[in-house]
């Protein structure tokens, strides 16, 4: 029967594509990675396990069922047997299924004992995600910061050519100690984000509110590639995780450096508060901060987008209330997607986009806000 | 089994001046004779036949709507970078089409195969509450033109994933959240009536001498879909609410500024979640229980494990709910718990698929359409299955959660699952609905185009997502640009080949094709294949004997 023939050999296909699939395992673009971590290798010891019992099943069920197709049809003169049950054959099918799948809990539920347990961690870091970035901090020491995409608006919008490592690439990667249990505590500041890295077998939403854990030992150095995983809102494809581990030695001489930086941008922070910049500077500055932070939602022509996101241009609050307009900036609306940049920000990078939202687009108001305007509305004056 | 009595005569044959006392003497025998025409008979119409046209029909639009959405989805995931739709407007496609192909197009269809061959299986004259039955339909259209019209407001339709989360969905969501809930609302109302109906249908209305264990297959999967339904679309009802008063009411169920927890919603979310895609499988078990010992010639298998293996997964299902959330961060003994329990679920459904083989297996087996699309059902079913027992073992599944690995499972058990024993089903009644046999040439086309299509479409998902590949994202790294290409040009496939099957229906509908006997297939048993073809507009005025 040709249409029998037909179905066959598409689903010989379809299964040789699998198993020319599984000859490639190793392959990165086919299946899952080993990873850095012990965790990480049982997990993907654990997966083929799976597939592999999968793949049994299947060849047994179908092949039956193909081996009827083929022997037990009509066009081939097969009369229909008058059998409708067997007690002990039905037994045996939910009994064996049962004893396989008591196979296949016990080593899962140990890798997941092993992995729930963040105890006695030789340092943290606390992963927050917002819309749409993370920010590290190290809870040991006085390092934290953001962590955004840093691929090119003009990449995305096919403009320029796309680089190797498009949307996997962010402004300061988090860098972490390899041969130390890390211990990662996971929150959020505004909805569930998840945050993942695929080489160390770690995922783990982000709840606002709640703090969760979840640890890695990354056996070698090297680059680590992620995404946020929890749908989050518009830019939740541009939100990537990017940890570099590096040998204990050379990160506790980064972190040290990382300490010193930020003592040296604090003090600057402080110098900057006396000194007043021009309009022009201001312009400069405010249109970078602005690209680069606020352009996601408020767009880069200030517009927003309709229901969604409103318009800075001709906005009432920034055109009437500049005090207000600080503040929105500084605090963040509670209730809305618009988040406090006073963490994210330095106080003249504060004043440089309000100053540049105040006057582009033909906002026009001719008014310079300075670090210190900034530093006001922030000590509550 | 008795001769069958009903024999109803051309309704032409009534007096057009009629049409308007029609309701009022209802009380009398010949009334039911009567079908109206044009426009009214559709809409005030309370025969089980019509009413399940009705639901088919809408249904099969809604796919195409919701088809097209994917359409859209596809062709931005052509290539990496963003070149035809915005994020914004990328989530609302993925939102809405899971809404409409979940709510719109799967649930409508099984319910109007229930309207169409309950009756007609249990040998009973109508559903039990005809009037009712009119108003579970008529609300639908209009709860999704609420819901589609929300794309054209200020800012969009509803943009957080056919699953809401919160507070994504509450704090940060648009204003067009509100249609969104009041579109789930009348959704789950309809719901609601059509599984009443169902049950009171099957437990009142039944032939005498049907007893329970001799019902079909597909009566029983629908009345323990039935009570499923009525189970969960109240938590479905309590959780948009819930929504609704947190986003516009100064609520906080799901705020932990005001002492709520967002991990909440996804307990309530899944504790519905989870039964619902039972709610959209079991019906599909009770087809192809019905398709595959026709086209074996052979009784099935295990009718007695049969019932009692979808009775466990309906039960089973109400203790799986948190396996869609081991990323939440719940304590181990959970975790433990319900990867066990989900793993257990595999047992009744083995069961199940090896019935089928079992059926086969000695038969006399001859391959129409229906059954072609049975045995597709069957492997691709169990390939999302499989799938299934993979993402059940929780410290994988923290590598597969919310990947495309989660979108190859899922839609292997929806599509090559749900909507496959849905064409089954309907290439197996059809003739029995027109009298006549539909395409075969058309059929055969439509079969193979789709079943190649589909799993260009679904297949290199399990890849992409093994890769890293997140769902819900409009742009990807360059890693997945091979595959995506290749799952781009299955959809637009399987898209376009469910045009052949719209063309297939129109002729079906149009009456042409030639006439079939009573039985239609040969080793077709079962109440509906002893009366006329096509089936008369009244079936079962007076009950059969069941021997």
Known sequence: MKSLKCLVSTFVLLVSWFSSAQSAAERSDLNLRTGVTDISQQVYSLHMLMFWICVVIAVLVFGAMFYAMFKHRKSAGHEAANF???IKVEIAWTVVPFVILIGMAIPAASTLDDMEDASKPDMTVLVTGSQWKWHYKYMENEVEYFSVLATQREQIENK?????????EVDRPLVIPTGQKVRFLITSDDVIHSWWVPDFAVKKDANPG???????????????????????????????????????AEYAQWINEQE????????????????????????????QTYNAVCAACHQPNGEGLPGVFPSLKGSALILNDQQAH??????GRAGTAMQSFSKQLTMSEIAAVVTYTRNAWNNNTGDLVQAKDVNALMQGE | MTTLTDDVKDPATDDASHDGHAHDDHSHDDHHHHIPKGISRWLLTTNHKDIGTLYLWFAFIMFLVGGAMAMVIRAELFQPGLQIVEPNFFNQMTTVHGLI?????????????????????????????????????????????ILLSSLFMEGGGPSFGWTFYAPLSTTYSGDSTALFVFSVHIMGISSIMGAIN???TIFNMRAPGMTLMKMPMFVWTWLITAFLLIAVMPVLAGVVTMVLTDKYFGTSFFDAAGGGDPVLFQHIFWFFGHPEVYIMILPAFGIISQIVPTFSRKKLFGYASMVYATASIALLSFVVWAHHMFTTGMPVEWEKFFMFATMLISVPTGVKVFNWVATMWRGSLTFEIPMLFAIAFIVLFTIGGLSGLMLAITPVDFQYHDTYFVVAHFHYVLVTGAVFSIMAAVYYWLPKWTGRMFDITL??????????????????MHFVGLAGMPRRIPDYALQFADFNKWISVGGFAFGLSQLIFLALLVKACRKRGEPVSDQVWDGAEGLEWEIPSPAPYHTFDTPPQIK
């Not at chain 1, 990354?218 to 680590?224: A, M």
């Not at chain 1, 494809?237 to 204990?248: H, L, S, T, Y």
Request: hydrophobic content about 50%; some cysteine; proline content about 6%.
């Open chain 2, 101 to 145: 192909m979940v709510f719109g197009a799967v649930m409508p269809a099984f319910t109007g195969l229930a309207n169409w061959l309950v009756p007609m299986m249990i040998g009973a004259p109508d559903m039990a509450l005809p009037r009712m039955n009119n108003w579970s339909f008529w609300i639908l259209p209009f709860a999704f033109l």
């Open chain 2, 198 to 200: 169902v049950i009171v």
């Open chain 2, 443 to 460: 059929a055969k086309w439509h079969f193979w185009c789709s079943l190649i299509s589909v799993n260009v479409l679904f297949f290199p």
């Open chain 1, 210 to 248: 709640f703090i969760n854990e979840a640890w890695a030992r990354v056996n070698e150095p090297g680059i680590y590639r992620g995404q946020c995983a929890e749908l989050c809102g518009k830019d939740h494809g541009f939100m990537p995780v990017v940890v570099i581990a590096k040998e204990p």
């Open chain 1, 84 to 86: 409708h049950e067997n």
């Open chain 1, 160 to 168: 320029f050519n796309k680089g190797e490592n498009y949307l996997l």
């Open chain 1, 326 to 331: 600080i503040d929105i900036v500084v605090n």
């Open chain 1, 260 to 287: 010193q930086i930020a003592v040296a941008r604090k003090e600057e922070e402080q110098r900057l508060l006396a000194m007043n910049m021009s309009m022009d500077e201001l312009m400069k500055q405010g249109q």
